[in-house]
């Protein structure tokens, strides 16, 4: 028989997520959250996963939810467990991931009076969140209307911002007095809003008469539609279109290293490959080098396409555009002019001669961090879905041909949930996802492992040079006597007991050979998922990078 919690604040919000199609619940364990715990787990309506670590399953659950599409609910106990969500928190804020959080709390009366795991919980995440709720205790007057409007409200926030929505749920004792049926509540109308749009006429204009048009494609999902649209802009050279590993769009025509043809632009490069029309899309952008020369390079005109967010990047922006970018470009597209422009040719010869030289700097390179990358492009099937943690991994992913869908967690660009958010997305992924993980970002999160769902055809490769190793590349770092133990923090850890601890099998490779042929089995079906670590801590990385930017001169 089932026992479903008798809180009424709980069984309205359990109602409320099953109307609405949440049914992914992230539950860590504590007392003051086993209403919500006893209720989501004995519901059919939902899938609950136990996940301990409250700072991982924030992560696991914006990883569930970048997988989803949709929103993921996570719940914890009072006190320091909540504050713990609040990493995950900024991340889900700035990449705009669904996110659902219900705190559980001591009612409002024990706040400050020194009672056990009691911290000011109300409005906790305010900063970085779209709407912060909290509940009536049920014994409060018109507790239960009161309860279904406000539940009602945080969920729609939560679909139309597509970020993260707080409900914090005061809690009295008795918590664990229990009912076997449930009380039926009234039908509720939906009133989730869409957005039009309409394209302004002075925008057509502007288009028209710009000379050097450039579109920037940041972080975003992979979207068919937009990928064909920015493919009938460039069809015949009207746009420079600039994108990189994570834009999750890609066209022979496109410029997809911006690193690669960029980083030693000089102060006469800058005039002379300055856009007079920057239109971007998406959000964060890897790339520090483009920020420098667009802020530099001070277009006339800046519009931001994006349907929450409209930031001044570049210090230039003239026009926001509050809308999803599909529908911007199926306007603009039915209004502009397309006509060849030679912007696009200066482009194009500059890729041209970055490309042979990138070519032929990959035939010379030693076995390295470098030659990692290279190699793996070669291998990886593509129809794996790739995370790559912060630092390192995504600069070195820039410089190269990935054909597959790519995500790193670039709201805030931390290393902390990297392994937490991969682990998340590959619970709800029917296909093969890969982490590729530096050291410090893979050891930081190892909690990311202590997931009981982590499916067999998962993977994960951890690329270990003993430390931060992108803190011997930018500038700055290498002048201090602080650089090994205080910022690079060099260690001599591996992964390998943490592999068996976890129930991962575990290959290592120290050299060029042994990891191309390791390589060409690591995808193939098998019982465990698995980590491949290789050992690349006694080569000098660093300087086969810094070489490479200065073979591109």
């Known amino acids: 028989?089932?026992?479903?919690?008798?809180?009424?604040?709980?069984?309205?919000?359990?109602?409320?997520?099953?109307?609405?199609?949440?049914?992914?619940?992230?539950?860590?364990?504590?007392s003051r959250n086993a209403p919500l715990a006893v209720h989501f787990s004995e519901s059919?309506?939902?899938?609950?996963?136990?996940?301990?670590?409250e700072r991982s399953a924030a992560f696991v659950g914006l990883g569930m939810a970048k997988s989803l599409k949709k929103p993921v609910a996570i719940t914890c106990t009072s006190g320091s467990a909540a504050a713990n969500y609040y990493?995950?928190?900024?991340?889900?804020?700035?990449?705009?991931?669904?996110?659902?959080?219900?705190?559980?709390?001591?009612?409002?009366?024990?706040?400050?009076?020194?009672?056990?795991?009691?911290?000011?919980?109300k409005d906790l995440y305010q900063q970085h969140s779209y709407g912060d709720f909290q509940l009536l205790e049920d014994s409060e007057e018109n507790a239960d209307d009161e309860n279904l409007a406000i539940i009602k409200k945080a969920i729609e926030v939560c679909f139309e911002k597509q970020g993260p929505v707080h409900i914090n749920i005061?809690?009295?004792?008795?918590?664990?007095?229990?009912?076997?049926?449930?009380?039926?509540?009234?039908?509720?109308?939906k009133t989730l809003r869409k957005k039009t749009y309409d394209l302004p006429s002075t925008l057509v204009a502007e288009w028209n008469l710009a000379k050097r048009i450039m579109i920037l494609v940041g972080t975003r999902d992979y979207s068919e539609e937009l990928e064909m649209q920015l493919t009938q802009l460039v069809k015949n050279h009207s746009v420079v279109i600039l994108t990189e590993a994570t834009s999750n769009i890609k066209h022979e025509k496109f410029f997809s290293h911006i690193d690669r043809y960029i980083f030693n632009f000089q102060e006469e490069d800058m005039l002379t490959y300055?856009?007079?029309?920057?239109?971007?899309?998406?959000?964060?952008v890897v790339s520090k080098k483009i920020k420098q020369f667009l802020r530099k390079a001070k277009p006339k005109n800046h519009w931001h396409i994006d349907a929450v967010w409209q930031p001044d990047t570049f210090f230039a922006l003239t026009e926001k555009i509050e809308t999803k970018p599909e529908l911007f470009f199926s306007k603009l597209l039915n209004q502009v002019r397309l006509e060849p422009s030679s912007y696009f040719n200066l482009w194009d010869v500059l890729r041209?001669?970055?490309?042979?030289?990138?070519?032929?700097?990959?035939?010379?390179?030693?076995?390295?961090?470098?030659?990692?990358?290279?190699?793996?492009?070669?291998k990886l099937p593509e129809n794996i879905k790739v995370h790559f943690s912060n630092s390192s991994a995504i600069r070195y992913?820039?410089?190269?041909?990935?054909?597959?869908?790519?995500?790193?967690?670039?709201?805030?660009?931390?290393?902390?949930?990297?392994?937490?958010?991969?682990m998340g997305f590959a619970m709800k992924n029917e296909g093969q996802t890969l982490l590729v993980s530096g050291d410090l970002s893979f050891f930081y999160d190892i909690n990311g492992l202590w997931n009981n769902y982590i499916p067999p055809y998962t993977r994960i490769i951890i690329f270990n040079n003993g430390g931060g190793d992108i803190f011997k590349i930018i500038p700055g770092p290498n002048s201090t006597n602080a650089l090994d133990e205080f910022i690079l923090t060099k260690h001599h850890k591996t992964a390998e007991h943490l592999a068996a601890h976890f129930g991962f099998s575990y290959t290592k490779a120290e050299d060029e050979l042994t990891l191309s042929r390791i390589l060409d089995n690591f995808f193939k079906t098998d019982i465990k998922p698995k980590i491949l670590e290789i050992d690349t801590a006694e080569i000098e990385n660093a300087e086969v990078l810094k070489g490479y930017f200065e073979f591109l001169k």
């Open 352 to 378: 041209d001669k970055k490309d042979a030289k990138h070519d032929d700097y990959c035939l010379q390179t030693p076995f390295s961090d470098f030659k990692f990358f290279e190699i793996l492009v070669q």
């Open 44 to 53: 059919d309506a939902f899938n609950s996963y136990s996940i301990v670590d």
């Open 397 to 422: 992913a820039q410089l190269f041909d990935f054909k597959n869908t790519m995500y790193c967690n670039r709201g805030t660009s931390g290393i902390d949930g990297s392994t937490s958010t991969a």
């Open 1 to 30: 028989m089932k026992q479903y919690s008798s809180k009424r604040s709980i069984q309205i919000l359990a109602y409320l997520l099953e109307e609405y199609g949440i049914a992914d619940v992230i539950i860590s364990p504590g």
């Open 170 to 189: 005061p809690l009295a004792e008795p918590l664990y007095e229990l009912v076997s049926e449930l009380p039926t509540f009234p039908a509720i109308e």
């Open 87 to 121: 990493p995950a928190v900024t991340e889900a804020f700035y990449q705009n991931i669904p996110l659902l959080i219900l705190t559980a709390d001591r009612p409002a009366s024990f706040v400050d009076i020194f009672d056990g795991q009691t911290i000011r919980q």
């Open 274 to 284: 300055a856009p007079d029309l920057l239109l971007t899309v998406g959000q964060n």
